[in-house]
């Protein structure tokens, strides 16, 4: 079975560029969440979709969007790209939101500098 | 909002010392989960803990579930070079919120 996969593995911009990264969720599993990891640091929450819908946001700028597609890939996109956007991006997904099934299972992420 | 703490930030150990990190939440939890993240890496899932007072072992690491369902531990008993790596907690209640990590250094 396949795992969640992201693309690209690696990403170079510059400030002001928008940028968009893709996720594939695991077979059946119908919630992915993005995550931010900047160098050294812990996991920041940045959206929650399940079954097309935003279920939640964390506490990011309007210029990071997103949106979740029928096959439940997704895309994070983030626009007028700053120094500090440079950071690992991680995609999870789960197959459920259940008290029990909501394991999250992750991709190898996304790695953007902003030049 | 609902909080998830974990300490210590960093923890350096000489191999075979033991290991333990905590995790504290400011609300009840439905579930616990543990997830390992390797140097270069993405965060592995661990396992999982849903019961009060629950306790379960993989090998050399112990996790536990506190009475309360808003306290956790991960314990591993004489470390080896291949634990290094960030340790997370994250606790769910109708959403997954992570701990901020421990990150585990292991000097040979």
């Known amino acids: 079975e396949a795992g969640v996969t992201q693309s690209p593995t690696h990403l170079i911009k510059t400030r002001g560029q928008q940028v968009t990264l893709r996720c594939s969720p695991i077979?059946?599993?119908?919630?992915v969440y993005w995550y931010q990891q900047a160098l050294g640091l812990g996991l920041q929450f940045l959206l929650w979709y399940d079954e097309g819908e935003e279920r939640n946001r964390g506490n990011f700028p309007p210029r990071f969007s997103g949106r979740q597609f029928p096959n439940y890939s997704s895309e994070l996109n983030v626009n007028a790209l700053e120094l500090e956007d440079s950071a690992l991006y991680l995609c999870?997904?789960?197959?459920?939101?259940?008290?029990?099934?909501?394991?999250?299972?992750f991709g190898a992420g996304t790695r953007l500098s902003v030049l | 909002g609902q909080q998830v703490m974990q300490i210590p930030q960093y923890q350096h150990v000489q191999e075979g010392e033991d290991f333990t990190t905590y995790c504290n939440s400011s609300?009840?939890?439905?579930?616990i989960q543990w997830y390992k993240q390797r140097p270069g890496g993405h965060p592995v899932f661990l396992i999982q803990?849903?019961?009060?007072?629950e306790v379960k072992k993989q090998k050399r690491l112990t996790f536990q579930f506190g009475e309360a369902k808003k306290n956790s531990s991960l314990h591993i008993t004489a470390t080896q070079t291949t634990d290094v790596g960030t340790y997370f907690c994250?606790?769910?209640?109708?959403?997954?919120?992570f701990g901020q990590g421990t990150t585990l250094q292991v000097k040979p």
């Open positions: 994250a606790g769910y209640t109708g959403k997954l919120i």
């Open positions: 077979s059946g599993h119908t919630s």
């Open positions: 609300t009840t939890l439905s579930n």
């Open positions: 803990l849903v019961k009060s007072g």
């Open positions: 999870a997904s789960s197959d459920g939101t259940s008290d029990v099934k909501n394991i999250q299972y």
